[in-house]
Structures are given as C-alpha cells and as structure tokens.
C-alpha cells in the first residue's frame, strides 16, 4: 500500500500528530493516508468532552478502551487521526475539536477548506 506524500496543509513535512496513543491509519504516530484510507484520517485534533460526547452519539465510542484492539481510549487533551468528514460534520453541530495545522495531512483539504480549519487552528490561536 503506497502512503502519500507526508505533508501537512501547508506544504511542509507532516509532524506527529500522537505517539501515545498511537494513532493513524498507518497506526504510525502521523496522519498520513494513502488511497486505501477510505476515512481519510487526516485531520489532527485536540480533544475535548464535547467532541468525545459528539462522536459517541454518532456511534463511534472514542473514549472507552478496546483491549483487543490495543486502543486505550481518549481523553481531553490527548491529539488524534480523525477522519476529515467526522471532522466536519461535529462542525456542522457546532461541536468540533481544536485542529493542529501542521500536523494535518493536506489531503483533508480535499474535503474540508483550509479557511475552516485555520478558524479551529491550535497552532494559530
């Protein structure tokens, strides 16, 4: 599976978004993706209690631990891979996560526009 380039939305080299928990697609720390990443995890958050109890209504239980995926589950505070449409969507609901820019993948601007996740950028405001 070929990865795509490793830039963030601005060009440059994309920075681990979390080693601990590790995240990604590739499960590699970054949020690197590759045609095969159907979700396009993309875009690096910060988390928090709204996101958290947004994603859980929507089905996708990120806080509680997975043994047998080896997933610990999140907490505020701790940075994530989350798929660009996810992503969106809490914002449509007003309830989307802090984004680090330059540990998002240039891709997720395939899906959301770059002036929106500067308004959410931890790494500018």
């Given at each position: 599976m070929d990865m795509d380039d490793s830039l963030n939305i601005y060009g440059e080299p994309l920075l681990s978004c979390s080693e601990n928990p590790k995240t990604g697609f590739f499960r590699d720390g970054c949020c690197n993706t590759s045609d095969a990443d159907v979700g396009s995890h993309t875009v690096c958050i910060k988390?928090?209690?709204?996101?958290?109890?947004?994603?859980?209504?929507?089905?996708?239980?990120?806080?509680?631990?997975?043994k047998e995926f080896g997933f610990p589950g999140l907490k505020p505070g701790d940075r994530w891979c989350l798929c660009a449409a996810r992503w969106l969507e809490a914002h449509q609901h007003d309830m989307a996560p802090r984004v680090h820019l330059?540990?998002?993948?240039?891709?997720?601007?395939e899906i959301v526009p770059g002036e929106l996740l500067r308004r959410y950028a931890v790494d500018l405001n």
């Open positions: 988390v928090d209690e709204v996101f958290l109890a947004f994603s859980k209504e929507r089905g996708n239980d990120l806080s509680t631990p997975s330059t540990r998002t993948h240039q891709r997720a601007l």
